[in-house]
């Protein structure tokens, strides 16, 4: 567990010399005062020492986040940590930017969202990734790959949809094992993701 861990812990310290509101990072709570009060996170030893109050033995698992940036302005961004749980061979990370303006940023510099997304899928090595935009509206059924629509998907070369990832994208940036696929705009994506057949 502490390994999986560790590599969220590397995967912040590479963010925050992306964009000022990506550091310092804090523990989270539902009160904002609490929240600011928190003390910085600056090690591994820190980082494992708030998972490690999180951890759920009826669960076999652990879930906790974090948050960067001012508080009081809300212009950061939060990060959620799964490992294990009901899905004991299973982890899950989840990265939300708040700042408009980190926003303007990866909308504006394709470059930029494409190794955002190439810079976790090395560090995490997950079964696949996406960047998305909030708002888009949730269907009512999964998608072929068992995940959310994503401007950016990422995908393993050994991912059963690697064949079908590569054939609607319109545009590719390779990773350690494998790619950041585009599908058109942060607005056109899920145009182009509802094409995508059924059993592929």
């Given at each position: 567990?502490e390994e999986e861990a ?5 995967l912040?310290?590479?963010?925050r010399?992306?964009h000022?509101?990506l550091?310092?990072w804090r523990r989270?709570n539902?009160?904002?005062?609490k ?5 910085e996170i ?7 020492a ?11 698992g652990?879930?906790?986040s974090l948050?960067s940036?001012d508080?009081?302005r ?7 940590i ?7 061979d ?6 939300d ?17 494409d ?6 899928a ?10 998305r935009?909030r708002?888009?509206p949730?269907k009512d059924?999964?998608?072929p790959?068992?995940y ?7 995908f393993?070369a050994s991912s ?9 994208a319109?545009?590719s940036y390779?990773?350690?094992n ?6 058109g705009?942060p607005?056109?994506?899920?145009t ?7 059993n592929?």
């Amino acid at each position: 567990m502490e390994e999986e861990a560790a590599r969220s812990w590397e995967l912040i310290q590479q963010l925050r010399g992306l964009h000022p509101t990506l550091d310092p990072w804090r523990r989270t709570n539902r009160i904002k005062a609490k929240a600011a009060a928190n003390p910085e996170i600056t090690t591994l030893e820190e980082f494992l020492a708030v998972m490690r109050t999180n951890i759920k033995p009826d669960l076999s698992g652990v879930r906790f986040s974090l948050f960067s940036g001012d508080v009081d302005r809300a212009d950061g961004a939060s990060i959620s940590i799964a490992i294990g749980g009901w899905q004991p061979d299973k982890g899950h990370v989840e990265l939300d930017f708040h700042s408009s303006e980190f926003a303007d940023l990866l909308t504006g510099d394709e470059s930029l969202a494409d190794r955002l997304v190439a810079m976790g899928a090395d560090i995490l090595e997950p079964e696949i990734g996406a960047l998305r935009r909030r708002g888009h509206p949730v269907k009512d059924h999964p998608e072929p790959y068992d995940y959310v629509q994503g401007w950016k998907l990422f995908f393993p070369a050994s991912s059963p949809h690697w064949a079908q990832a590569g054939a609607l994208a319109t545009a590719s940036y390779p990773t350690a094992n494998g790619a950041v696929f585009t599908y058109g705009t942060p607005d056109t994506y899920p145009t182009i993701l509802d094409t995508w057949p059924k059993n592929a």
